[in-house]
């Protein structure tokens, strides 16, 4: 029934209709193509006017329209509706990422009402252990005693990945309040939010080996902790902060002996120290530090366990003989690291104003503190939700060419030009009117966010191609806008029916105001 659907687009604005034909009778046609005995359930009638014995048949229709040369005021109306709704969807999408479609992206605001009813979570009175698991770490929350108004617990912290847990910090939240601890310290407590820290002589956790340490709490006990997270880090030390010097003992030619003092200028500790310097003469053997990396002249020494806190105001001094070199050759290029606490990163911070969470970011391996992770020119948001490419590789598909200057859509302009357009660099049609984005902005100088530009009610692609300004609603300035302008145009559709003779090609020719081709098949 294909032809005969064609026939019913085609009138609904016709005008005049010239049909030619290999055939002497329209109404052959008729009998050749619309009959189906086959599919006799779902008969359909022939027009009228094409059941004809003639092969031109012209149907004189009555059109009502409004005044020439004004917009029609329902289609103003509809506009300004169109452009509410489109205004209110991008403030939704701004606000509420995930509503773009992209399902694997974590929705922040969920998450987070999630977090606050696990913390909120009671106890049922009966269960006494919990354990959490991440990738590197496992933590077991015991309940050993529990009364009227107290409760004792233990609190198992195992290290189950592959590298040492250096200076562990654990931050977890908890509705309880902790009143008497051993084996480690609280370090900060703000409301339900708990960091407990080592007690010096635990401080480091190797792998495959554990520590635990022990609480008591007033009141009832309601729930266990939710949220654990390991805060230690590794951070570099202000060069304000310390003071290095280099003292060479003796020396006969063949070996030497020397030593490096670090001194702690600030009135807090550094903690779990490492000193990394490049030295042009071979360190054999070392004290009161240990020699955690050597490669070429560049050596990483950290601390012997005991003298890992270097307190406020005191100078260490590592030891240690060597061989080659001369006496004229120091160590050089000093960096102090120290093992101190991460901060505990929150669900309604931005850092750095890329539209994404510091909590979020740090959960993704995202730097909270720089808005391009990847440094690709595009923001660790856009890249999440808009252009759906990975934010921690510059050049996700591997073409040589990065992220923001690529082109995903095809359509001629870069990811990060359409972004700072407003363009979808995944949609080469942005407002879908059958113009590309850069034929729009490059070409006829139209507004890609908008379907009718100049709102004459043609689409740009319509006025383009019938032949109007897609600028101007009157091209002529006829006082006639271009979508009541009657344009004489022609469709033909050919009809290849193998089974049947006959009607071989269709060809409308008319005078409308609107454009043939969006109607045809």
């Known amino acids: 029934m294909k032809q005969f659907k064609f026939f019913q687009k085609i009138c609904a604005g016709l005008l005049i209709i010239s049909i030619s034909c290999s055939t002497t009778s329209l109404e ?100 006494l252990e919990n354990v959490y698991e991440s990738e590197d770490y496992r933590v077991t929350f015991s309940v050993t ?120 200028n600030t009135s807090a500790p550094i903690e779990d120290w490492i000193l990394e310097f490049d030295f042009d003469r071979t360190i054999t053997s070392v004290w009161n530090g240990v020699i955690e990396s050597h490669e070429g002249s560049h050596y990483s020494i950290k601390n012997a366990g005991y003298n890992a806190i270097l307190t406020a105001g005191q100078t260490i001094t590592v030891g240690f003989t060597g061989t080659d070199g001369t006496t004229a050759d120091e160590p050089v290029n000093y960096d102090l690291y120290s093992y101190g606490q991460k901060k505990k990163l929150s669900e309604s911070e931005d850092s750095d104003g890329d539209g994404l969470s510091d909590a979020l970011e740090d959960a993704l391996g995202l730097d909270y503190l720089s808005p391009d992770t990847d440094e690709d020119g595009l923001t660790d948001y856009e890249e999440l939700y808009l252009t759906l490419t990975d934010p ?75 032949g109007f300004d897609p600028l101007k609603a009157d091209t002529d300035g006829n006082g006639i806008i271009d979508s009541e302008e009657k344009i004489y145009q022609t469709v033909s559709e050919k009809i290849d029916n193998p089974k049947k003779s006959g009607l071989k090609e269709v060809r409308v020719a008319l005078s409308t105001n609107f454009f043939m081709d969006s109607f045809a098949l």
Not at 33 to 54: D, F, K, M
Not at 435 to 450: A, G
């Open 145 to 264: 005693g529990h009364w009227n108004g107290g409760y004792n617990a233990n609190v198992r912290l195992e290290n189950i990945g592959n590298a040492t847990i250096e200076n562990w910090m654990l931050g977890f939240s908890f509705q309880g309040d902790i009143t008497n601890i051993w084996n480690g310290v609280i370090s900060e407590h703000d409301d339900s939010e708990y960091v407990i820290k080592n007690a010096g002589w635990n401080q480091d956790l190797e792998a495959g080996k554990y520590i635990e340490f022990g609480i008591s709490g007033s009141g009832d006990f309601t729930g266990f902790p939710k949220n654990y997270q390991l805060l230690g880090e590794l951070g570099s030390v202000s060069t304000d902060d310390y003071a290095i010097k280099y003292r060479l003992n003796s020396d006969w030619g063949s070996g030497f002996t020397g030593e490096i003092s670090i001194t702690n």
């Open 392 to 466: 921690l590789n510059p050049d996700t598909d591997g073409n040589g060419i990065n992220d923001g200057e690529d082109d995903l859509d095809g359509d001629g302009i870069s990811n990060k030009e359409e972004l700072a357009i407003g363009t979808s660099p995944i949609n080469y049609d942005t407002d879908r009117d059958g113009l590309s984005d850069s034929e729009e902005i490059n070409r006829y100088h139209t507004d890609p966010l908008k379907t009718d530009t100049d709102r004459d009610r043609l689409s740009d692609y319509d006025d383009v191609y019938l």
């Open 28 to 127: 052959t046609f008729a009998e050749t193509t619309y009959q189906e005995p086959e599919h006799t359930e779902e008969a359909t009638s022939v027009p009228e006017a094409i059941a004809s014995e003639t092969e031109t048949a012209e149907i004189s229709l009555t059109e009502t329209t409004e005044a020439p040369g004004e917009i029609p005021s329902d289609y103003a109306e509809t506009e300004e509706s169109e452009s509410a709704s489109i205004t209110e969807t991008e403030s939704a999408t701004e606000e509420h990422p995930e509503i773009n479609g992209t399902d694997d992206i974590i929705d922040e605001s969920e998450s987070e009402t999630e977090e606050m009813s696990e913390t909120e979570e009671m106890w049922d009175g009966t269960t």
